[in-house]
């Protein structure tokens, strides 16, 4: 089976540094994906890792360390417009394609 | 178009009615993901499809649940005889290939069962 662990929630002040951390076990691994959710809107994809290592596009960064199950997704300079529920997530299943299975989310909050 | 069209945003239902759901992938998109989001909470699989193949159905509660992508229409996910449990955001997502994970999600669908 699959199961992913992350935080429910975190906080953090406009400008701040943060990271939403991310432990899996899985059957079989090919990558962690992240995404975010705007209060209950289309989920927005931000990264997928397949390779360990952090990857970094503008203000997010994500890391991933397969010997260690884990990986991390860290927003930079955070703004109010962050605040949103974010997701890791993995794919499983068989075959050419696999569904990905999410976590149950981090909810950010930035305050002001 | 770039986007993913569910419709309708929101849908009520008695229970014991029936409900259906629509999705249009972006085009070029080969596959297909319904999931289902209880109380913004964490994505439950329902089913995919590889054009308008059922590719893995193991989400799916069968006896009241059913999906389709035919050519050349929306795909449609249709549950018979709504519960109360039901009552969820449903998202549809497409993929341009299998190992594309990063899936382009529609804005949902909220069914309400009551």
């Known amino acids: 089976g699959q199961s992913l662990e992350q935080p429910s929630e975190v906080t953090a002040v406009e400008g701040a540094i943060v990271q939403i951390n991310c432990t899996y076990q899985?059957?079989?691994?090919?990558?962690l994906s992240w995404y975010q959710q705007h209060d209950g809107g289309a989920p927005t994809f931000l990264s997928y890792?397949?390779?360990?290592g952090l990857e970094e596009t503008g203000r997010f960064s994500s890391f991933l360390s397969r010997s260690d199950s884990y990986g991390y997704l860290l927003l930079q300079e955070l703004q109010m417009k962050d605040s949103a529920s974010y997701f890791c997530?993995?794919?499983?299943?068989?075959?050419?394609?696999?569904?990905?299975?999410f976590g149950s989310g981090t909810q950010l909050t930035v305050l002001p | 178009g770039e986007e993913v069209a569910q419709t309708p945003k929101h849908l009520v239902r008695g229970e014991g009615q029936k409900a259906k759901l629509y999705c249009a992938p972006i085009?070029?998109?080969?596959?297909v993901f319904w999931y289902q989001q209880v109380l913004k909470n964490e994505f439950k699989f329902l089913i995919s499809?590889?054009?308008?193949?059922?590719?893995?159905e193991t989400g799916m509660p069968k006896e009241r649940f059913s999906a389709k992508c035919l050519p050349n229409s929306p795909c449609s996910l249709e549950i018979q005889a709504t519960k109360l449990e039901d009552s969820a955001v449903y998202f549809c997502?497409?993929?341009?290939?299998?190992?594309?994970?990063?899936?382009?999600f529609g804005s949902g669908t909220r069914l309400t069962v009551v």
């Open positions: 997502a497409s993929s341009r290939s299998g190992n594309d994970y990063g899936y382009t």
């Open positions: 899985t059957s079989g691994f090919y990558g």
């Open positions: 890792n397949a390779l360990d």
């Open positions: 997530a993995v794919p499983r299943g068989s075959g050419s394609a696999r569904q990905l299975t």
């Open positions: 085009k070029g998109h080969s596959y």
């Open positions: 499809f590889q054009n308008e193949n059922v590719f893995d």
